[in-house]
């Protein structure tokens, strides 16, 4: 039985979220503020968190970073509220894999825990491709590691994913719901400005020049492609 830890401190949100998931047979783990939800993140060895992001004694940023900052790999989705965007890309940028904006729906709840769940069993399809390179950059898929030069990068989750699918399709177009469909792990999501968003974050730390893109480059009404033999 998978454990899922709900770190929440609006208690109806929490007892909604509780009462959902043990229907669908998962163990819950609960917790009212951050830090209660850290150390129960450490100790007790959850397969997925819940995370809230603005809670009592330790906020869902910090939660968020201090667990991958130990190495620790358990799966993250955070809970934003609707028009949180820059919230949302820094939570992912601190190694979340996903977020669910409130309010949302039970069904889209589930999908997207289902969804993190397959994906961190290792059965996913973004096997192939271990390493990429061009201009300044490595990525070490692998390792879950990348560098621009000198520097090092911090990548989500989300971002190796989308990144490396675009490697195992070097020079194809590869449309916003195969990403949703083979990153994300299921065919239904609610909308692909996820995959937009994930794209620009991934040009500002990968291009040169990210308002004139020479890597990452759109393919309008379509979808994206990496080039990685143009000319710089």
């Known amino acids: 039985m998978k454990r899922i830890l709900i770190i929440e401190d609006d208690q109806a949100i929490l007892r ?21 939800g850290y150390e129960l993140a450490r100790n007790e ?11 009592p004694r330790m906020n869902g940023y910090e939660i968020c970073q201090q ?8 799966p993250i989705l955070i809970l934003t509220a609707r028009g949180e965007e820059v919230e949302r890309i820094r939570g992912l940028d601190l190694g979340a894999d996903d977020y669910v904006t409130k309010p949302f729906s039970v069904p889209e709840l589930l999908a997207r825990v289902r969804a993190v769940l397959r994906r961190t069993e290792g059965s996913g399809p973004l096997a192939k491709v271990n390493q990429l390179q061009f201009d300044d950059v490595i990525v070490d898929f692998n390792r879950f590691e990348a560098r621009n030069g000198d520097q090092e990068l911090k990548l989500s989750r989300k971002e190796f994913g989308v990144l490396r699918l675009l490697a195992e399709r070097e020079g194809e177009v590869v449309t916003r719901d195969e990403l949703l469909d083979q990153v994300w792990g299921y065919d239904q999501y609610p909308t692909t400005r996820t995959v937009d968003n994930h794209i620009a974050s991934l040009r500002a730390k990968l291009e040169r020049n990210p308002s004139e893109p020479r890597r990452l480059l759109t393919v309008h009404g379509v979808g994206y492609k990496l080039v990685t033999d143009s000319e710089t």
């Open 45 to 55: 060895g959850p397969d997925l968190i819940l995370l809230d992001l603005m809670l």
């Open 16 to 36: 909604g979220l509780k009462d959902n998931l043990e229907f669908e047979s998962y163990e819950i783990l609960t917790a009212v503020d951050g830090k209660e």
């Open 67 to 74: 667990l991958r900052s130990e190495g620790r790999t358990t």
